[in-house]
Antibody, heavy 117, light 112 residues
C-alpha cells in the first residue's frame, strides 16, 4: 500500500529554522516526483515545489523560490522542506503529495507549522 | 504563477445536480488532458477524485463525473448527498519554465 507519512506538528518562533519530512512507503520512491503543498488557514492549496528523487531535479513556484528548499534522501525514501528563517506568515498546514502529470494520487496527512513569538 | 479560476461557492439540495467549473488557458487546461479534481473535507487531506479529466480512481462514486471543453474543465455531482459537502479543487499540468503543476482556488460546496 502506498503511503506518505509526514513528521509531526511544529511550533517555532520567527527567525528560527525548520525542516519537515515526508517518508514514502510501498512504491519506488526514486521513480516518482514528490512535492509540497501549502494551505494557509482557511485558504486554498498552493504548490510550492517538487523534486524528482532519482536525480534530485527540482522545480519551484516563483512565489516560493528562495523562501524554502526542497530536498530528498532517496536512501531512506524521504523528502524534506526546509526554512532558514521562519516568519509568522509561514504559519500553515503543509502537505506532501505525489504529482503525476498534475494529478496527485497520494497525499501525506499534513504537518501543521505554527510560527509565533 | 496564476491559479486556475473556480467559483468560490456553489450549493444544491440533496438529490440535485451541481457543476463546478475550472477555467485556465491554452497552456494548462486547454492544452493537455491532465486535469484533476480533489475533494477536501475540513481538517482532512485532499482526496483525488479525477485524473486525466474524467478518470475516476477506485472508490469514487459514479455520481461524480468530469469533463473538459476548451480551456474550461467541469466537475459534475449528480444525486447530491450530505457527505458531498466539502471544498473541491481542480488541478492541471501546465507548460512552465518553473513549476508545471497548478491548482484552482477551490469551490466550497454546500448541501442545503
Amino acid at each position: 500500500e502506498v503511503q506518505l507519512v509526514q513528521s509531526g506538528a511544529e511550533v517555532k518562533e520567527p527567525g528560527e529554522s525548520l525542516k519537515i519530512s515526508c517518508k514514502g512507503f510501498g512504491y519506488s520512491f526514486s521513480s516518482h516526483w514528490i512535492g509540497w503543498v501549502r494551505q494557509l488557514p482557511g485558504k486554498g492549496l498552493e504548490w510550492m515545489a517538487i523534486i524528482f528523487p532519482g536525480d534530485s531535479k527540482t522545480r519551484y513556484s516563483p512565489s516560493f523560490q528562495g523562501q524554502v528548499t526542497i530536498s530528498v534522501d532517496k536512501s531512506i525514501s524521504t523528502a524534506y522542506l526546509q526554512w532558514s528563517s521562519l516568519k509568522a506568515s509561514d504559519t500553515a498546514m503543509y502537505y506532501c503529495a505525489r504529482p503525476t502529470y498534475g494529478a496527485s494520487d497520494y497525499w501525506g496527512q499534513g504537518t501543521l507549522v505554527t510560527v509565533s513569538s | 504563477q496564476s491559479a486556475l479560476t473556480q467559483p468560490a461557492s456553489v450549493s444544491g439540495s440533496p438529490g440535485q445536480s451541481i457543476t463546478i467549473s475550472c477555467t485556465g488557458t491554452s497552456s494548462d487546461v486547454g492544452g493537455y488532458d491532465y486535469v484533476s479534481w480533489y475533494q477536501q473535507h475540513p481538517g482532512k487531506a485532499p482526496k483525488l477524485m479525477f485524473y486525466e479529466v474524467n478518470n475516476r480512481p477506485s472508490g469514487v462514486p459514479d455520481r461524480f463525473s468530469g469533463s473538459k471543453s476548451g480551456n474550461t474543465a467541469s466537475l459534475t455531482i449528480s444525486g447530491l448527498q450530505a457527505e458531498d459537502e466539502a471544498t473541491y479543487y481542480c488541478g492541471s499540468y501546465r507548460t512552465s519554465d518553473t513549476l508545471d503543476v497548478v491548482f484552482g482556488g477551490g469551490t466550497a460546496l454546500t448541501v442545503l
